[in-house]
């Protein structure tokens, strides 16, 4: 184990409350709508059944989480709603990217999608379906993902800065290792292609029959804060239409870009 990973493993070996109930929140965002048992999610969280038990009920009790009567599973509450209506007057990215993207997804006939980074997570903050009579969804919104997983939260890593890649690379594979395509081997690929390649590609990792290209937005310090990637089935993703999907995706990061800087909520 490198050292990076070892200060990974130290700073989330022995979590206290709040890392413990963020975690647990943000599994039950993951999950959305079909939520999750209580063992899934004390397995997942790596907590002991009684401690998963004892939060969540402190989490109802602040409407963050409520359990629903007919399958007692888990799912987000009306608070967290609430504060994420709140939370969109400041960091909502769909208004000016809206038109945009829009515009898009009805030039090239797929489905397009706007991924934000959340810490160490992507996040599907929109999606915008194109006419295409074979349609892709592989994320819903408000689904959440490690960063490096989808063609949205591989741009977003690759373009990171050296040192911060670094940092949640480690924290990515200590976490999500399980997954091959999240390995520090199969990752650190990836993620070079990517960056030479200027564009992510997922060839069948995340949904089987399905392709996916995706472009990061950076900001203006050049950093990235979201992706825009575009999904479809594998027949219609040709090496020469993938060419041409990553130029029209950096054509509309750029128009993106120039909107968030001129958007007055942004300001």
Request: glycine share 8%; net charge positive; charged share 25%.
């Amino acid at each position: 184990m490198n050292t990076r990973s070892k200060e990974i493993k130290a700073e989330t070996s022995a979590p206290g409350t709040v890392e413990r109930t963020m975690e647990m929140l943000r599994l039950l965002a993951t999950a959305g709508r079909y939520g999750l048992a209580l063992t899934q999610i004390s397995e997942t969280a790596r907590l002991p059944h009684s401690t998963a038990h004892r939060l969540l009920r402190r989490l109802i009790a602040e409407r963050m989480v409520m359990q629903r009567e007919s399958n007692k599973r888990y799912v987000l509450g009306p608070l967290a709603f609430e504060l994420g209506l709140a939370a969109t007057q400041i960091y909502d990215l769909r208004e000016p990217c809206r038109p945009i993207l829009m515009g898009l997804a009805e030039e090239i006939g797929d489905t397009v999608y706007l991924t934000v980074r959340s810490g160490n997570e992507s996040v599907c903050e929109d999606r915008y379906e194109g006419p295409s009579t074979i349609r892709v969804i592989t994320l819903e919104v408000g689904s959440r993902r490690p960063l490096g997983l989808g063609a949205g939260g591989l741009a977003i890593l690759a373009a990171m800065p050296e040192d911060e890649r670094e940092y949640t690379i480690a924290y990515v594979t200590l976490r999500h290792g399980d997954n091959k395509a999240l390995q520090e081997g199969p990752l650190r690929k990836a993620i070079e292609t990517c960056r030479r390649q200027g564009h992510s590609l997922i060839r069948s990792k995340v949904t089987l029959g399905t392709t996916a290209v995706g472009v990061a937005v950076l900001d203006t310090l050049d950093n990235p804060v979201a992706a825009v990637s575009v999904a479809a089935v594998d027949s219609r993703m040709s090496g020469p239409r993938i060419e041409l999907l990553a130029r029209q995706l950096h054509a509309t990061v750029a128009r993106i870009r120039d909107s968030l800087h001129s958007f007055p909520g942004r300001n």
